[in-house]
């Protein structure tokens, strides 16, 4: 199986059918605000992955548990790609549409995210989960409170190859990312989507009718009145470009950053106190071993048995080293809210600079 993934070409783009389009956006707005996961079935094209067919996972049922458990329906609904349940639940979904005469190969899974807040842990796995078996595989996401705005926002994603050797070894320490030079700008790699209409959808939207100019429409006595003024579509100019007020999603975008860089610093004073822990461990490792010589040179002098100089592995303990990973999961969640916010600001910026332009005097 190796050996076949490695002729096949990796992926250059993701082609999405527009009704797996819809599905994934109906499904992910029926959900909201809780993640909506599923699964999604095509195939890969030399390169270009089609993605022809998507289907939820079931739902768990919380409202029987505990109050006191941890677990809730975002937790649950985030973790359901690789549930026991939900793979066998996949498994027969997929047989189903072999029966049928369906694509049925497995490409990956598609997720829901509100403003952007998608990487973390449960996503890391999840892709991990289908990319470890077949490299062909992608994450759609699709963030909900971005497509509220009036522009669809699917993106997809994969994990990198330098990623996903370094997460099979499952050691995320500093040693280990400087050897293997991994930022958090390695973790996921963007594909490029293309949303793709069936010839039968296209021949049906170039023909819908244009809505009229005027109550009355004049009737044309001829043929030669029709080719010498034909039928015009009229143009809907949008007034939204003009608003200045300063978009809610960008608002709401930088509480967010805020959040995640507190985070990021809270991760780093966790890391800075245990190099200081690990700094007074081995100041006390380094004296109790120059006393111990000491004490076999006095040995030796009388003429006695040294006494091991390896008893510090039983009686000191090192720190162990906590996980880089959830800090690279948050500086490329940072990373991720600073370039919306660099896409938003570019618009405003510029209406502010115009108004200010026009209402000062020279």
């Known amino acids: 199986m190796a050996e076949l993934q490695k002729d096949v070409p990796p992926i250059k783009s993701v082609q999405v059918e527009s009704l797996v389009v819809m599905k994934i956006v109906k499904h992910c707005s029926s959900t909201f605000p809780t993640a909506a996961t599923g699964s999604i ?31 809730d329906a975002s937790s649950l609904a985030a973790a359901a790609p690789r549930a026991k349940a939900n793979i066998a639940y996949q498994k027969e979904m997929i047989k189903h549409l072999k029966e049928v005469n369906v694509d049925a190969n497995n490409v990956g899974w598609y997720t829901s995210a509100t403003m952007g807040n998608f990487i973390n842990l449960n996503f890391i796995e999840n892709q991990y989960h289908y990319q470890r078996d077949n490299d062909q595989t992608v994450a759609l996401v699709h963030d909900v409170s971005r497509s509220s705005q009036g522009a669809l926002s699917l ?34 790699v963007e594909v490029p989507v293309i949303v793709h209409n069936s010839h039968l959808l296209t021949s049906f939207l170039h023909q819908i009718p244009a809505p009229p100019e005027s109550a009355e429409i004049p009737i044309p006595t001829s043929l030669e ?3 010498r003024d034909p039928a015009q579509l009229p143009a809907h100019p949008s007034f939204d470009i003009l608003d200045l007020s300063i978009d809610p999603f960008l608002e709401k975008t930088c ?7 507190e985070s990021h610093y809270s991760d780093l004073n966790n890391h800075q106190y245990y190099q200081r822990q690990l700094t007074r461990e081995q100041f006390k490792i380094t004296q109790w071993q120059t006393k111990r010589k000491a004490e076999n040179a006095a040995r030796l002098a009388a003429k006695q048995q040294p006494l091991p ?5 039983r009686l000191f303990k090192l720190p162990q080293e906590p996980s880089r990973l959830e800090g690279m999961l948050n500086a490329r969640q940072v990373d991720q809210y600073s370039k919306q916010v660099d896409s938003f600001t570019a618009t405003i ?10 209402l000062l005097p020279e």
Request: negative net charge; glycine residues 6%.
């Open 309 to 313: 100089e390896d008893e510090w592995q």
């Open 349 to 358: 910026t510029a209406k502010m600079f115009a108004v200010r332009g026009n």
């Open 225 to 227: 009145d029709i080719q």
């Open 41 to 71: 079935v095509g195939m890969d094209n030399n390169g270009l992955l089609e993605i022809t067919n998507a289907f939820p996972f079931p739902t768990a049922d919380v409202s029987n548990t505990d109050g006191h458990q941890t677990t």
């Open 255 to 261: 509480d967010l950053l805020l959040e995640s860089i």
């Open 155 to 188: 993106r997809a994603f994969k994990l990198s190859k330098e990623f996903m050797l370094v997460y099979k070894e499952g050691k995320f320490t500093t040693e280990s990312l400087q050897k293997s030079k991994l930022s958090f700008r390695d973790i996921i």
